[in-house]
């Protein structure tokens, strides 16, 4: 049978699985409905029908959000079992995103040396983060996950027709305890709950991901270049949640250690039950397999001052006896009580057991119950994940400021004197520390986390603390200034072991960011704590503030500019950077598939290494389930490996590169343009539920930095949230339209070659257009003009929606110019999802705006309703912001 024809029936018998499964789980939730709710059944069930009284619309909107749920669930478990059939009928090479697929594409003179050595060069850093994008309660997150993994037992083909059914009631209980469980948070929740939160997708599903994912790479790795190669760990997690403080005035100092506290903890735990697992399993007795000499003594320097007591509770069995003094010595690491000084002494222990195992032709028992645990020490060790800290520069400049006036009036900012301070101070040796007495809470506290960093990074395990990320940074000063408040912390004088890592977030401040760093690196002190010993540098790229800056057409580019400016401006330095990427879930915060928006990334600034921030909502969507976690996990790992400079590549084409500068620019200048247009605020506060997102408890932190009430100090978090909640959408759109109809009005006859051999030949230009056309096909207009019927001032609404409507019309003409198909016809599957939901998600946003209308004209009893609609609508659309 041909290839073809077996894609076509794979594809067919997954549609006909999802299909078959949406009836099943619809009408399991119509008898949940039937049960708790029968008054708004028929409601539900046709999304054109009116509310049968007003008090229905609580019950109904918690009948469709659950709904909207059950679908993801859905798709989450066909998507996985389509990758599994793939597998099964095509082999490894054959899955889009996985290991083999990467390998099978590398050149093929491509030698076993030289892949070790590349293979080596491998890391990204997913970095789990708490931003308020994640509207679901953690108990509600674990009742999704039992759902999940019943849908996966419900495959099994050996079920009899009684066994089928008995699942299928544990998975009508599940959805009927999602009615009884309150979805809206009646609390902000405190840090802690942030903390474990994220420390629950380890529990469920990361701890035990990395060993199917290494297990993946082996297979694949053994399969191209033969057996024997070493695997090196292509994996570090990091975390933001407890040590991101910016505008979070209720992340501290012992919030932070909290959170290094908890993860150490949760990761030792898990050693310590993989230990006592394999002790009680492995019951090798050497008195019948005697183990050579030389791995004997290893085995026994294992056991250290316990070999006495350990032989006598297992006499003659060495691995039970190791097993058991590792464990117990994992157990005091844990407590504080002595234990291994360092990872690399538990990892050297393992090694010596695997070792032994392979001795004695056990492979497959070193295979089941030491390597994964080797593994996971390697990527994980006693941390769980590197915890960053982030800060924002106004903050670090304020306490420089008032470090300085302790003594004299400090200069101001941004002069010569304030720059020419800074150095001298750095270059002091003996810097004199400023009377912590006379300090402010805010510097004191500011002082005590950079000590707290300088503890973790002598700790048994240093990796334990990451980065010191500055937010909004501007200038070369704003680095200099935390290299100044380390050595008032108590960091030396020579080289400061501190990662300082700058976030690049406006238009602006992304095309400073090539002087920046030039300037950074003429401090000596600066420059050498900067050098790490591999080279790289990290820097930190904002998405979602360059998209509210300069709207999504021109972030990208400039985004895409700055790294390949900033790659060859460090090369002057003998450096490369390593590119953070502060992406979200939406396109306008970076969202897009992970193996595209990789190999978009622009020639030669990727080269292996990669971290990317994994927010709200995304985090569940990845994480929450072991076999999504393993394959979103390998799919950015080998787009990576795939990015890795194997292949001469072409030089990029300079007229591509013209053109994209013209359309930035001329997507900015239509964007700032409507920003700028009069009552634009008032516009945006009254035509969405902006300002009322603040009764939802969806995070710790404020909507606002700095408490101010303006478009400047906004998160880019509720800017897209709000944009999305009124289906306007411009954060992913808008100035699109505009800046091809000027291009075209300017370059005349030649633009359309120009654009279509862009739209073939560019991957970065190729991503924009699928990404503003997936926004496009969530856009409605009809529901924006309702929306925005909720502005007062006509005068203000009628030219802004009007300006809305007109860059509306015009993206998708040009859109439709373009690609040459109607809206949607190239993303069937999403297509066919937008075109499910939308009946529900046009009635919610209809009942949402009915709700504002009452709320802000105080009639009162709405708050929940509301804050309901919002949520039921996030779920909708797949995110808050």
Request: aromatic share 6%; with cysteine; net charge neutral.
């Amino acid at each position: 049978m041909s290839a073809v024809p077996q894609l076509a029936d794979a594809a067919e018998d997954g549609d006909d699985y999802t299909a078959a499964l949406r009836q099943d789980l619809r009408r399991l939730w119509t008898n949940v409905i039937q049960r708790r709710a029968p008054e708004v059944l028929y409601a539900a069930m046709t999304p054109a029908a009116h509310l049968p009284s007003p008090e229905a619309a609580v019950p109904l909107m918690q009948a469709v959000n659950i709904w909207f749920q059950l679908t993801r669930i859905i798709d989450e478990n066909a998507a996985m079992r389509s990758r599994r059939m793939t597998e099964a009928a095509e082999g490894p090479a054959a899955v889009e995103g996985s290991f083999a697929s990467a390998l099978s594409a590398l050149d093929p003179s491509m030698t076993r040396e030289d892949f070790a050595q590349l293979s080596t060069r491998l890391s990204v850093g997913p970095t789990l983060t708490a931003h308020p994008t994640e509207a679901k309660r953690v108990t509600v997150l674990e009742i999704h996950r039992r759902i999940y993994r019943l849908l996966v037992s419900l495959e099994t083909q050996r079920w009899t027709p009684r066994e089928r059914d008995d699942i299928l009631a544990d998975i009508e209980s599940e959805i009927d305890l999602l009615w009884m469980t309150g979805k809206l948070r009646i609390e902000r929740p405190r840090l802690a709950d942030e903390i474990e939160w994220g420390l629950q997708f380890f529990r469920d599903a990361l701890y035990d991901a990395i060993p199917q994912l290494f297990d993946r790479f082996t297979a694949a790795a053994t399969d191209r270049f033969g057996e024997g190669l070493a695997i090196t760990p292509c994996v570090r997690f990091h975390s933001w949640i407890g040590g991101d403080r910016d505008g979070n005035p209720n992340v501290t100092t012992e919030t932070t250690k909290d959170a290094l506290d908890g993860s150490r903890r949760a990761i030792l735990e898990r050693y310590i039950d993989a230990a006592r697992l394999a002790a009680a399993r492995i019951s090798i007795t050497t008195r019948i397999t005697p183990l050579p000499p030389a791995l004997d003594d290893r085995i026994r320097a294992i056991l250290g001052l316990r070999a006495t007591d350990l032989a006598s509770r297992n006499p003659g069995e060495v691995f039970r006896q190791a097993l058991t003094a590792i464990a117990d010595r994992l157990q005091a690491t844990r407590d504080g009580a002595g234990g291994y000084p360092s990872v690399s002494h538990f990892l050297a222990d393992l090694r010596s057991l695997e070792d032994a195992l392979h001795a004695l032709r056990a492979d497959r028992l070193a295979a089941r119950y030491i390597t994964p645990l080797r593994w996971q020490a390697q990527v994980f060790g006693f941390r769980t994940h590197t915890l960053d800290v982030r800060q924002n520069s106004t903050v670090t400049t304020a306490v420089i400021a008032e470090l300085w006036s302790l003594t004299a009036p400090a200069p101001a900012y941004g002069t010569p004197d304030w720059s020419r301070r800074l150095r001298e101070d750095l270059s002091r040796p003996d810097l004199t520390h400023a009377d912590r007495a006379r300090l402010s809470p805010e510097a004191k506290e500011l002082l005590d986390l950079l000590a707290l960093m300088r503890q973790a990074r002598m700790s048994e395990d240093p990796e334990a603390i990451g980065p010191f990320i500055l937010s909004m940074t501007r200038t070369a000063d704003d680095i200099l200034g935390i290299y100044l408040l380390a050595r008032h912390a108590g960091f030396g004088a020579e080289k400061l072991d501190l990662q300082v890592v700058p976030l690049f977030e406006t238009i602006d401040d992304l095309r400073r960011a090539p002087e920046v760093f030039d300037a950074v690196l003429q401090v000596p002190l600066a420059e050498r704590s900067l050098r790490t010993r591999d080279g790289t540098v990290e820097v930190m790229l904002g998405y979602s503030d360059s998209n509210k800056d300069g709207g999504f057409l021109c972030s990208t580019w400039e985004l895409d500019k700055a790294q390949r400016r900033l790659t060859q401006s460090l090369a002057r330095h003998r450096l490369r950077p390593v590119f953070f990427h502060g992406r979200g879930g939406s396109v306008s915060r970076g969202g897009a598939p992970t193996g595209r928006a990789i190999a978009a990334q622009p020639v030669g600034t990727v080269q292996g290494r990669l971290r990317l921030t994994e927010q709200g909502e995304v985090v569940s969507s990845k994480y929450a389930n072991r076999g999504t976690a393993v394959g979103n996990l390998e799919l950015l790992a080998s787009s990576v490996l795939s990015h890795l400079p194997v292949r001469v590549q072409p030089a990029a084409d300079p007229e591509h590169i013209d053109a994209l500068e013209a359309l930035a620019g001329l997507s900015q200048t239509a964007y700032v343009n409507l920003l700028g247009m009069p009552g634009f605020l008032d516009y945006f506060q009254q035509a969405s539920p902006v300002e009322e997102l603040a009764m939802l408890k969806i995070g710790s932190r404020p909507a606002r930095r700095f408490g101010a009430r303006s478009l400047g100090d906004l998160r880019a978090i509720p800017w897209v949230f709000a944009w999305s909640q009124n289906r306007h959408m411009i954060t992913g759109w808008y100035g699109f339209g505009s800046a091809l109809r000027s291009f075209r009005q300017v370059r005349g006859p030649n633009a359309d070659r120009l654009l279509a051999d862009m739209f073939a030949r560019h991957p970065l230009f190729r991503l924009m257009v699928d990404e503003v056309e997936k926004s496009l096909m969530l856009t409605d207009m009809g529901i924006a003009e309702a929306y925005a019927s909720l502005v007062e001032d006509p005068a203000i609404r009628a030219p802004i929606l009007g300006r809305i409507q007109a860059e509306h019309s015009a993206a998708l003409a040009s859109l439709r110019d373009i690609t040459g198909t109607a809206l949607g016809h190239r993303f069937p599957k999403m297509q066919s999802r937008c075109e499910d939901l939308r009946p529900q998600l046009d009635r919610l946003n209809r009942l949402q705006i009915d709700l504002l209308r009452q709320s802000r004209q105080g009639s009162g009893g709405t708050t929940v309703p509301l804050m309901q609609s919002m949520t039921c609508i996030a779920s909708g659309l797949g995110w808050t912001g």
